[in-house]
């Protein structure tokens, strides 16, 4: 198990250098008053792991949360378990919207936090798991 954890940290890690490299492919989601929900479609991945003798899908994808109200936006490396509604953010950034200038950035793994049906965290996961992009690896 603490080999897996190394494994998506270090992942992580290179997603976010990556990330910093290559242009991203930002695809709107949905939206909630002033905060529209992107997913950059050129970051998802795919993990099949093994849990309790079950093969499962876990997938992993940037996503920009845009506060236009605020002239923010957030962007963060996270990784959904659909089976379970759960996420984990493993990195993010918080960025002036109008400039992209980085106003803080952390490459520390969050814990892994619930999501309802109902939230729009959901309707990513719906969205990454469609997306034209998305492959398992």
């Known amino acids: 198990m603490n080999?897996?954890?190394?494994?998506?940290?270090?992942?992580?890690c290179l997603m976010v250098f990556m990330s910093r490299v290559y242009a991203e492919n930002?695809?709107?989601?949905?939206?909630?008053?002033?905060?529209g929900y992107y997913v950059d479609t050129d970051s998802i991945s795919s993990d099949q792991v093994v849990e309790n003798d079950v093969q499962k899908t876990l997938w992993t994808a940037r996503v920009a949360v845009i506060r236009a109200d605020l002239n923010r936006r957030y962007i963060y490396l996270m990784q959904f378990d659909p089976d379970k509604r759960t996420?984990?953010?493993?990195?993010?950034?918080?960025q002036r919207y109008d400039t992209k200038d980085v106003l803080q950035s952390s490459d520390q793994a969050e814990p892994v936090r619930p999501y309802l049906?109902?939230?729009?965290?959901?309707?990513?996961?719906?969205?990454?798991?469609?997306?034209?992009?998305?492959?398992?690896?």
Not at 3 to 12: Q, T
Not at 26 to 35: E, I, K, L, W
Not at 124 to 134: E, G, L, N, W
């Open 117 to 137: 049906a109902t939230s729009p965290m959901n309707e990513i996961v719906q969205f990454i798991m469609t997306a034209p992009s998305s492959s398992t690896e």
């Open 26 to 35: 930002m695809q709107f989601v949905d939206a909630n008053g002033s905060t």
């Open 3 to 12: 080999i897996r954890k190394i494994g998506c940290v270090l992942a992580a």
């Open 87 to 94: 996420y984990q953010i493993f990195a993010s950034e918080v």
